[in-house]
């Protein structure tokens, strides 16, 4: 079936650091691919997303790439800041129209 | 807009009763999903509604009931509350059932089971 494996958390940086979270996916066909965003104390909302192999997801200074040959959607961030502190969830759609979620990874930002 | 409201915010049960989740969108969703969200597991799906009318089952959908009320509202049942059900749970919609659709969650509601 299809799944989705993160980096284990929690990721802590300090402010300006550069950010890295890897995400790859184990689906048939040919997945969309999101990460989605959960600030504390609230729902999760879309961080940015990719429905094709090489299309680049962007949003708010991060990026995503989605790269088929290393079935990979890794997170990237250039200089992270405190208000970026939150947990990070990659997930995906398989052709089940629903999403499999990937656990979490919790970053915390330090100034 | 409101987007996606759920309530209560906060619940504490005691073992063997019964609760309802509400939850309500106002952005004409077709589909509505239910998760519950662990520690350590990330969300899992519990039921989710296509459009008005159909309900399936998500991934532990065991010890849950839903009832797609009309195109806003989608509530979901625990008929005898356990401890295993103590969680957050997220109410979230979308436009379609579709693999690019991006999924609108709600805020969630906290339910501990003594």
């Known amino acids: 079936g299809n799944s989705v494996t993160q980096m284990e958390g929690p990721v802590t940086l300090s402010e300006e650091a550069f950010l890295t979270i890897n995400c790859t996916y184990t689906?048939?066909?040919?997945?969309?691919l999101f990460w989605y965003v959960q600030y504390p104390g609230e729902g999760l909302q879309l961080l940015l997303k990719?429905?094709?192999?090489?299309d680049k997801g962007s949003n708010k200074g991060f990026e995503a790439t989605y790269r088929k040959e290393t079935t990979s959607f890794h997170l990237e961030k250039g200089s992270v800041q405190v208000s970026d502190s939150a947990v990070y969830f990659c997930?995906?759609?398989?052709?089940?129209?629903?999403?499999?979620f990937g656990k979490g990874t919790k970053l915390t930002v330090n100034p | 807009n409101a987007g996606v409201t759920q309530t209560p915010k906060f619940q504490v049960l005691k073992t063997g009763q019964s609760m309802t989740l509400q939850c309500a969108q106002d952005?004409?969703?077709?589909?509505m999903y239910w998760y519950r969200q662990d520690p350590g597991m990330g969300l899992r799906l519990i039921y989710y509604?296509?459009?008005?009318?159909?309900?399936d089952k998500g991934e532990v959908p065991n010890g849950y009931n839903v009832s797609r009320l009309n195109k806003r509202e989608f509530s979901l049942r625990l008929e005898s509350a356990a401890p295993s059900q103590t969680s957050v749970y997220f109410c979230?919609?979308?436009?379609?059932?579709?693999?690019?659709?991006?999924?609108?969650f709600g805020p969630g509601t906290r339910l501990l089971v003594l």
């Open positions: 979230a919609s979308s436009s379609l059932l579709s693999r690019q659709e991006t999924q609108y």
């Open positions: 689906a048939t066909g040919y997945p969309s």
């Open positions: 990719a429905t094709k192999a090489d």
């Open positions: 997930a995906l759609e398989g052709g089940s129209e629903k999403l499999v």
């Open positions: 952005m004409n969703h077709n589909s």
């Open positions: 509604s296509a459009s008005e009318g159909t309900t």
